[in-house]
């Protein structure tokens, strides 16, 4: 059984790697991601972090500290979807992106693919569900752990995946639209 | 208002620190208090960690992630709480582990306290919560966010925390009891 797997092995020698998603409306989902990177980092897990939402030029904690480690991190979005204005440009670019991460899930390269906000873009349509994980059933080599993060996750996901877990939404200090704060939301 | 702060303060300057509570059954609690950690790293935030209930001689990757950084970890319990032979014992080290956290929260010195896996010390009742919370009240530096980890928060944690996210277990391939996978549980 996965879940009896020596815990001396390298995901290499294993070959049970996870796929795990973060789901619901509250905070966490991303946070909890760069915390299983954090984690597997100390463990010299090799890392890639895929984001299809956030942009690169954003100045953020997390990408600030990817750089300082060496942890290889794509922000290949353009903001979030509300504030698009051409939906077609936005849809190109999280086909790109599900490409760049096809490659570097194939590759084998990696023991931990993040795939960060992906939910929306098969709750916008830019992605076909079923094709995503027909492609992944085939393609994912077993040593690689996949995080899925993002709201409204839809059910074949929550199907397809090993560990789900809803973040739900009891308090938070930020009303929707109003910026985070440094170090907290970003 | 705290969350229109500028967000190129330093926590010394907006002085407008969090109570983030991460509760529920589900994974995600812990991990995204490390996830909390590795952004407020990208920023310099001063950071410290102190967890109720893990051991110190566990091997695990967050651990060997902060030594690698240089970010202050204290992981002061005798492991879960139902594999105590002591309860007595337990309890002495829970509140060994709160006046450590005082001392850290009180100083001024840091920008983020992690309470790992706190709420435990309240549902067994090694320590007060109405007690804690008062203290909080009075001696938390308004630049020190907190981050409460662990299930069952009891309510006035959550009506004291400005942040509150539930982590709801929709599917885990761990079966409570069996051991967790490295890079993924710990």
């Given at each position: ?26 905070k966490g989902k991303t946070t909890a ?80 693919v993040v795939l960060d906000e992906m939910t929306y873009a098969f709750t ?63």
């Amino acid at each position: 059984m996965a879940n009896q797997a020596p815990d001396n092995l390298s995901p290499q020698e294993d070959r049970t790697g996870l796929v795990m998603l973060y789901t619901g409306q509250g905070k966490g989902k991303t946070t909890a991601a760069l915390g299983a990177v954090f984690r597997a980092w100390g463990w010299d897990w090799r890392l890639c972090v895929i984001q299809f939402i956030k942009c690169p030029s954003d100045d953020r904690g997390e990408v600030r500290a990817a750089q300082r480690l060496g942890i290889e991190w794509h922000a290949l979005g353009d903001g979030f979807t509300w504030a698009s204005e051409d939906l077609e440009a936005t849809a190109a670019r999280a086909r790109d992106t599900w490409r760049l991460a096809q490659e570097k899930i194939e590759s084998g390269a990696y023991d931990l693919v993040v795939l960060d906000e992906m939910t929306y873009a098969f709750t916008n349509g830019w992605l076909d569900l079923d094709g995503v994980l027909e492609w992944l059933d085939r393609h994912r080599p077993r040593h690689t752990s996949l995080i899925v993060t993002g709201r409204n996750a839809p059910e074949g996901l929550v199907e397809f995946a090993d560990l789900v877990t809803d973040m739900v939404n009891v308090k938070h200090p930020f009303g929707q639209g109003l910026a985070g704060r440094r170090g907290i939301e970003f």
